[in-house]
């Protein structure tokens, strides 16, 4: 496994839609895995294959759900295990009524992070690393991930859809994809 190099803003390529996989082949999972490994490095909780100058319909997820709770009095909480998501050619099937706004950064747009309002539930279709079909809910922190890495799918990147962008100070959380 191999860390890519992540391409960032005014890159073209960040821009182009991606195309479908049709071949699950060795190359792909050295793709998948060095994608992983990438993220993981960067670090990340998404990367899309756009940004690594790869045109292909694959993100990678890693998250975990608690990931963001807050112990209550005298409460410890217990770490979850980072689930790992692989999708390719994924699809959003149904979005909630409900939008949320949230703060965003990306790995493609280092210095800004930006408020963007998403569905805060998601049922997406994909493939998984092996060529079968999946198809999961996701909610939250965790739908709003899904929703950035498949718009870098679609050459959107997030800036494109924030109600505001700024450069972030020390007291400012920013969550990268």
Not at 53 to 73: F, G, R, T
Not at 124 to 132: D, F, T
Request: aromatic letters at 6%; hydrophobic letters at 40%; one cysteine or more.
């Amino acid at each position: 496994m191999a860390l890519r190099k992540i391409i960032t803003l005014p890159d073209p390529v960040l821009r182009r839609k991606a195309k479908p996989i049709t071949k699950f082949d060795k190359e792909l999972q050295t793709l998948i895995d060095d994608m992983v490994d990438t993220m993981r490095d960067a670090p990340g909780v998404g990367l899309a294959a756009p940004q690594i100058n790869e045109l292909q319909q694959l993100a990678v997820i890693e998250y975990a759900e608690d990931e963001d709770e807050e112990p209550k009095d005298g409460e410890e909480i217990k770490p979850k295990p980072k689930k790992l998501f692989v999708v390719i050619n994924p699809e959003i099937i149904k979005a909630s009524e409900e939008k949320v706004m949230g703060i965003e950064g990306c790995l493609s747009i280092p210095g800004l992070i930006g408020e963007v309002e998403r569905y805060e539930a998601l049922t997406i279709k994909a493939l998984n690393r092996h060529g079968k079909p999946i198809k999961f809910k996701v909610d939250g922190w965790l739908a709003r991930i899904f929703q950035h890495e498949i718009d870098h799918l679609n050459g959107v990147v997030f800036t494109d859809l924030a109600t505001r962008v700024w450069q972030p100070t020390s007291e400012d959380e920013i969550p990268l994809d």
